[in-house]
């Protein structure tokens, strides 16, 4: 039936209702026997591959990969997403690449953006707080 367009009953044909899956707005529904409130917006289209948005933005590459001292420039891309963040806690913006306590500073603001407390904002990346920094892919 797609989605409403206008405040009007446009229901459904009772045998395509029971014979047809999908989406049906309030007003499509057999039985309506009322104006319902207009138009829906668009839904948000899906990408057709569920693994395109995966690759925009780098992997989580694991906890044990943030150690000091690591270079990569997916810690560099980190590094410049969390400036963007107004997480900025470095002291320095030499060595973007490598991994160390102003990178741990930086990360403890942005896991406490999201609303982690206590020792879950200790500083170190995890796969939720990761993804939703959404470091862009190297």
């Given amino acids: 039936m797609g989605r409403p367009t206008s405040l009007s009953r446009n229901t459904c044909p009772a045998d395509k209702w029971r014979t047809h ?5 309030h007003a499509h529904v057999p039985e309506n ?6 138009s829906w917006p668009a839904f948000a289209s899906q990408p057709t ?3 395109s948005a995966e690759r925009q933005f780098e992997p989580f590459p694991g906890a044990s990969f943030f150690q000091a001292g690591r270079k990569s420039p997916a810690i560099e891309g980190m590094h410049r997403r969390l400036v963007a963040e107004h997480c900025d806690r470095y002291t320095s913006h030499a060595g973007l690449d490598v991994w160390g306590a102003g990178d741990v500073r930086s990360y403890t603001a942005w896991q406490q953006k999201l609303g982690f407390v206590g020792n879950a904002a200790d500083g ?4 939720f707080s990761w993804d939703r920094l959404e470091v862009p892919k190297v």
């Fill in 49 to 51: 591959d569920p693994s």
């Fill in 33 to 38: 026997d009322h104006v319902d409130p207009g």
């Fill in 124 to 127: 170190v990346p995890g796969r």
């Fill in 21 to 25: 899956g999908g989406w049906y707005a």
